[in-house]
């Protein structure tokens, strides 16, 4: 990937930063991690959205700011049958497409945009399926959308029909996810022409509130406003990612002013952050959970009695203690705790060191030794997880089993964790996509999910049963006691140790206005501002 992007080193010295017009407004943003790419329905990871279906994409639907409720975006109406299988959409006329330096649109948006951006990641057959190698389109697999839509339809430039060949309760929201971001079919024929299709993961074209300008590796990714934004120009000039991978060092550039706001503090500034007269911190619950998922396909892991034993070993508090400092709870379920149909009643694998022991024993396992995958990036549900994992290390020591802790460049780290015959055990997480436990139960642990977001490799029938009839189901009510069984059977079979559910803090610049706190952990800055 390093020399993936070195096309962007031109666009980067012409763009302005924070030296640029006196009349100009930079906002910086010291962000996480380094994108996979800029075609989100590629990838999963937050920090890839946030650098690019946030910024440079909209959507038929939107999430309204701060909650989970989806909205009309791209999509000025839409009407849904009776059955729920036929969704049809009217599109915002006048919808204007990016206008960069290495492309120029003739048209506005339209319905083979739509079908352009969804159909490459359904039909295996598309020109655009595999056009960048070991293409998975991932996140539309996991929710099931191959099997779910049987055609999207063109009915006319601005309309556009979806026929589902079953009734689905969140496809609305579904459609509101990054993975669903609409791009620009002129600019894939023009890119296909000149054969240079991978440039659609590199170079974006959206219809989003900023404009790409160009991406250094690991370094910065730089935008400009999109003054014919269908949502309304952003009230900043220059939106800049500074790519900042240690926490200690956001803190201190944004102490310094070198960037307005910052995601993931260290827990142990945060009281600190709060003293700052300089500085503003939000809170508020996460809509997360951090797991360590074993490859169930793999002995003993492949046994649930052996999961359950190591799941007693962990001592949860601890980690929460260490590495969160107070501002997460141990979680007990794979869903959060603020999140409706979440089961009270499971009751978690208590820490017990003796009983782990004995458990492990009778198990017939000796001499167990194992790894344990440690994420390399901060995360809103795991912030140290090089610290979490020395915890389990020492917490297995105690009974009889030796882990060796690795680690990898994050989009590696992403990428060999979904492999079936992964060796170890991968410290992951998630924050939700669309407030559905859909989201979480079919999109983790779904037998679909195996070999993608389905870390724990686990395709459990009964289990599976109960989340495909919940998605079929429109009343809350019933949906809602299917997750709860659901929540059963994985406590039962325990594919995850369950670890945190954390508080989501986001501490930036007193002159920062308009920012918006996020449930699903998504940093957007469209309605941002700075005061002079």
């Known amino acids: ?79 849904v049958n009776a059955e729920g299988t036929e969704y049809t959409f009217k599109l915002r006329p006048g919808v204007k497409f990016h206008t960069t330096e290495f492309f120029t649109p003739s048209r506005d948006l339209n319905a083979d945009d739509v079908i352009f951006s969804l159909e490459r990641q359904i039909k295996a057959d598309h020109p655009w399926a595999q056009y ?60 296909e022409a000149e054969g240079k299709k991978e440039q659609l993961n590199q170079m974006p074209v959206g219809t989003g509130p900023f404009i790409f300008v160009g991406y250094q590796q690991d370094a910065v990714i730089r935008y400009k406003k999109n003054a014919d934004y269908w949502g309304g120009a952003p009230k900043i000039d220059d939106l800049v990612f500074a790519i900042t991978t240690d926490a200690a060092v956001r803190y201190q550039k944004l102490k310094a002013g070198e960037c307005h706001l910052m995601p993931f503090p260290n827990a142990a500034d945060v009281e600190s952050m709060k003293a700052d007269p300089s500085l503003t911190v939000m809170e508020q619950e996460g809509l997360n959970v951090a797991y360590l998922a074993y490859n169930t ?17 962990i001592n949860k508090a601890a980690i929460v203690d260490a590495v969160f400092q107070g501002m997460a709870t141990p979680a007990k379920n794979p869903i959060p705790p603020t999140m409706w149909s979440y089961n009270e009643a499971t009751v ?27 994420m ?113 059977v994985f406590k039962r079979e325990a594919p995850w140790a369950t670890i945190d559910h954390s508080l989501s803090v986001v501490p930036m610049r007193k002159e920062v206005s308009g920012f918006v706190q996020s449930p699903l952990g998504d940093f957007t800055f469209e309605n941002v501002d700075i005061a002079e």
Not at 13 to 23: D, E, M, N
Not at 55 to 79: D, H, Q, W
Not at 424 to 429: E, R, S, T, Y
Request: hydrophobic fraction near 40%; charged fraction near 25%; include cysteine.
């Open 132 to 191: 960048v190698a070991g293409t998975s389109w991932e996140y539309a697999a996991g929710m099931g959308f191959p099997e779910l839509i049987k055609s999207i339809e063109k009915v006319d430039d601005l309309t556009v029909k979806f026929t589902l060949n079953r009734p689905e309760a969140p496809f609305l929201a579904n459609l509101a996810m990054p993975f669903a971001s609409i791009l620009s079919k002129e600019y894939a024929d023009k890119l």
């Open 348 to 374: 978690d694998d208590a820490y017990d060191l003796d009983a782990a022991k004995k458990e492990l024993e009778a198990a017939g396992v000796k001499d167990l030794s194992m790894k344990i995958w440690a």
């Open 376 to 488: 390399p990036v901060s995360r809103p549900y795991m912030l140290n997880a090089r610290r979490a994992a020395e915890i389990m290390q020492d917490d297995f020591a105690k009974v009889g089993v030796k882990v060796e802790i690795v680690s990898y460049e994050w989009a590696e780290y992403l990428d060999r964790s979904k492999a079936k015959d992964r060796d170890g055990a991968v410290m992951l997480g998630w924050t939700g996509d669309n407030g559905d436990p859909d989201n979480f139960l079919d999109t983790l642990l779904g037998c679909e999910a195996v070999g993608g977001n389905n870390r724990a490799q686990w395709c459990n029938e009964e289990f599976n049963a109960l989340v495909k009839k919940a998605k079929v189901t429109s009343d809350q009510a019933e949906r809602t006691k299917l997750y709860e069984e659901a929540q059963t």
């Open 297 to 313: 396909t793999q002995a003993p892991f492949d046994k649930p009695e052996v999961r359950k034993a190591l799941n007693k070993a």
């Open 1 to 79: 990937m390093k020399t993936k992007f070195a096309f962007a080193a031109a666009a980067l010295a012409a763009a302005t930063f924070l030296s640029g017009a006196a009349s100009a407004k930079t906002f910086v943003y010291c962000s996480e991690g380094s994108p996979e790419g800029f075609d989100p329905g590629m990838y999963t990871a937050g920090t890839t959205f946030d650098a690019s279906a946030h910024p440079v994409y909209s959507r038929l639907m939107e999430f309204k700011p701060g909650t989970t409720e989806a909205e009309a975006g791209l999509a000025e109406s839409y009407e």
